[in-house]
C-alpha cells in the first residue's frame, strides 16, 4: 500500500494496485513453497497422490517413504523399512529417551510434552549411532569408489572415523546385549532383499567388513547392533545418513509414547532417575563450616 499527502498535508492511503497485489501474492506463495503437499479447499494432495487415493492403500512406511523421498516405494523396499522401525521402538526404561518420558509423565506433563522431552534426548550420544554408522558406510564406500579394495578402505574408513571422532565406532558392540537380538533378524531380512535383486548390498558387506576388522583387531567378536543393522538399510535404501536419525526417532518415539502412557496410569509424582531409597555418592568435601562471626 502507497501513502501521499492530502490537501492538508497528512499522509493519506491509496489503494494497492494490481500489480503490487499480484508481487505479494507471489511473495507469500514463495515464502513457504513445498513440493510434498498441495493444499486447496476441498482437496489434499500428498506428492501429487490425492489423499483419498493413499487412504486404505497405502502403508504408513510407505507414507514416510513418500513423503520423505517423493515417491511410492516397492514392496521389498517397503517392508525392510517397516522392520527397522518395529525393531527400533524401544529398550527399556533404562534408556535414556524411555526413562525421560516416564519422568516426565511423573512431573506432570502432558502425553506430548513428555514425548518432546524424550525425543530431545535422542542426539549424537544417545540417538545418533545410526546416523553416524550409515556416515561411516558411506565413507568407505567413497575410498572403494576411488579405487581401493574392501579390507583397505575399511580399515581406512575406520582408523580416519576414530582419528576425528575417537575410539568408539558407531553400530558395533553393545553395553547391554552380548548379541544384539534383533541385529541377527534384521541381517536376514537385508539378505533376502539383496539375492532378491530388491538392494544392492553394498554396505551390508562394508559393515561385516568393518565386524571382521574390529574381530581380528580385538581377538574377540565385535558383533553389529541395532544401530549397526538399521543403518545399513537406511543406506542401502538410499536414505541420506541425517534421515536415519529421523527415520529412527519416528520408530522410538512409539516407545516414548507408550512408557509415557503407562506412567500416567500409574499415578505416581515427581519420580527421579533412581529410587529414593537408594542414595547416591557424594563426593565432595566433609562437613566444614564459615568461622565464627567476631561482631
Known amino acids: ?5 492530502d490537501a492538508s498535508g497528512q499522509p493519506s492511503s491509496s489503494p494497492p494496485s494490481a500489480a503490487h497485489n499480484a508481487d505479494l501474492a507471489a511473495l ?15 482437496s489434499i494432495a500428498v506428492r501429487g497422490y490425492p489423499i483419498q487415493e493413499l487412504i486404505g492403500r497405502v502403508s504408513f512406511p510407505q507414507m514416510i517413504w513418500l513423503m520423505l523421498r517423493g515417491d511410492l516405494p516397492g514392496e521389498g523396499e517397503a517392508s525392510l523399512l517397516e522392520a527397522a522401525l518395529v525393531a527400533s521402538v524401544d529398550h527399556g526404561p533404562q534408556a535414556p529417551s524411555i526413562a525421560i518420558s516416564r519422568m516426565a509423565t511423573s512431573c506432570g506433563l ?3 510434552g513428555a514425548m518432546a522431552s524424550a525425543l530431545n534426548a535422542l542426539d549424537d550420544v544417545h540417538g545418533g549411532a545410526g546416523q553416524q554408522a550409515v556416515e561411516l558406510y558411506e565413507a568407505i564406500a567413497r575410498l572403494i569408489d ?13 582408523e580416519a572415523f576414530i ?3 575417537g575410539k568408539y ?9 552380548p548379541v544384539d537380538p534383533r541385529a541377527g533378524r534384521l541381517l536376514e531380512l537385508v539378505d533376502a532383499r539383496v539375492a532378491a535383486g530388491i538392494i544392492g548390498g553394498r554396505y551390508a558387506q562394508i559393515a561385516r567388513a568393518i565386524e571382521a576388522l574390529l574381530k581380528k583387531r580385538k581377538d574377540k567378536p565385535v558383533p553389529m547392533n541395532i544401530d549397526g543393522v538399521t543403518a545399513v538399510i537406511y543406506a542401502e535404501l538410499g ?35 533412581m529410587p529414593r ?5 557424594y563426593t565432595g568435601p566433609r562437613e566444614r563450616h564459615l568461622e565464627p562471626d567476631g561482631t
Not at 500500500?1 to 499527502?5: A, D, L, R, Y
Not at 531409597?277 to 555418592?281: G, N, R, V
Open 163 to 165: 582419528a576425528t571422532h
Open 1 to 5: 500500500m502507497s501513502t501521499t499527502n
Open 146 to 158: 576411488a579405487g581401493s579394495e574392501l579390507e583397505e578402505a575399511v580399515e581406512a574408513g575406520v
Open 28 to 42: 507469500c506463495a514463495d515464502y513457504w513453497r513445498t513440493s510434498i503437499i498441495d493444499i486447496h479447499p476441498g
Open 277 to 281: 531409597q537408594i542414595p547416591y555418592a
Open 169 to 177: 565406532l558407531p553400530g558395533f558392540g553393545h553395553r547391554f546385549h
Open 239 to 273: 536414505f541420506a545418513p541425517e534421515l536415519a536419525r529421523g527415520v529412527f526417532c519416528l520408530s522410538r518415539a512409539v516407545g516414548i509414547l507408550a512408557h509415557a502412557w503407562e506412567q500416567r496410569g500409574r499415578g505416581e509424582r515427581n519420580k527421579g532417575p
Open 110 to 112: 502432558p502425553l506430548n
